[in-house]
């Protein structure tokens, strides 16, 4: 991780750097880094009996807010300063406690943070590493990101930027031309119901036509994306 931040302030001296991590990433070695680096961090932690302690407050508080009604959703934040014995100072730690719907047990979350933002604020940020990880997904299995397996790494390198161009086609395409409500679903879900369907191609002496079944379920969606990439109007220099 040094090594990666000290690339990222040498090429990008004036950006700020944010990290989030899961709790595989709570090390007291990499918080000392980030912090001489000025790297914003939120790291979760794993839960221990310390941390449940200090926030004990606010879990009696959630009990009697949800002591009418123990079938909603239910949450409470907070923070505290928690130093755990192989650190070398105190950090700030914000903590979101819920109660799932239907459920009466409260689940935890900790988060050990350099980040001047309000507790539900870090939460989100650190919850954003999740659609991060839906992203790299999508990458890896519908645009074959994983598929570098040559032992030259030029022609890997080669291999995942014509992959990356495809990705970046495809979000443009989201963006302009698909139907609105397919616009959040990822690409395997649009080519098996845009793409991968039965057509059958009859030719005249001018034109080929496209026949589709009359039944198909998102033939709606087919003709709202074909009359989207109609209209567009690119400007071509």
């Known amino acids: 991780m040094e090594s990666l931040l000290d690339e990222f302030?040498?090429?990008f001296p004036d950006m700020p750097l944010y990290f989030r991590g899961d709790s595989g990433f709570a090390?007291?070695?990499?918080?000392?880094?980030?912090?001489?680096?000025?790297?914003?961090?939120?790291?979760?932690?794993?839960?221990?009996?310390?941390?449940?302690?200090?926030?004990?407050?606010?879990?009696q508080a959630l009990y009697r807010a949800t002591k009418s009604n123990q079938v909603d959703y239910a949450v409470e934040y907070g923070e505290f300063m928690y130093q755990a014995g192989s650190w070398s100072h105190p950090r700030r730690v914000v903590f979101k406690i819920e109660k799932p719907y239907g459920?009466?047990?409260?689940?935890?979350?900790?988060?050990?943070?350099?980040?001047?933002?309000?507790?539900?604020q870090v939460?989100?940020?650190?919850?954003?590493?999740?659609?991060?990880?839906?992203?790299?997904k999508e990458g890896?299995?519908?645009?074959?990101?994983?598929?570098?397996?040559?032992?030259?790494?030029?022609?890997?390198?080669?291999?995942?930027?014509?992959?990356?161009?495809?990705?970046?086609?495809?979000?443009?395409?989201?963006?302009?031309?698909?139907?609105?409500?397919?616009?959040k679903q990822c690409i395997d879900t649009i080519r098996f119901k845009l793409l991968k369907i039965a057509?059958?191609?009859?030719?005249?002496?001018?034109y080929k036509y496209f026949k589709l079944c009359s039944s198909c379920p998102y033939k709606k969606e087919f003709y709202e994306t074909l009359e989207n990439i109609h209209n567009l109007r690119p400007q071509l220099e």
């Open 103 to 120: 459920q009466m047990v409260h689940l935890y979350t900790f988060i050990v943070t350099t980040l001047e933002m309000e507790p539900y």
């Open 199 to 206: 057509a059958r191609v009859v030719r005249s002496a001018r």
């Open 123 to 136: 939460i989100q940020f650190y919850c954003g590493r999740g659609r991060m990880e839906n992203f790299i």
């Open 9 to 11: 302030l040498c090429d």
């Open 140 to 183: 890896k299995s519908g645009f074959g990101f994983a598929s570098v397996s040559s032992p030259s790494k030029l022609v890997n390198a080669n291999r995942l930027l014509v992959h990356a161009l495809a990705y970046n086609l495809f979000n443009w395409f989201r963006r302009l031309a698909l139907a609105a409500s397919m616009r």
């Open 27 to 59: 090390s007291p070695v990499l918080y000392e880094v980030l912090e001489d680096k000025n790297c914003k961090c939120a790291i979760r932690l794993k839960e221990n009996p310390k941390l449940l302690e200090l926030a004990e407050d606010e879990s």
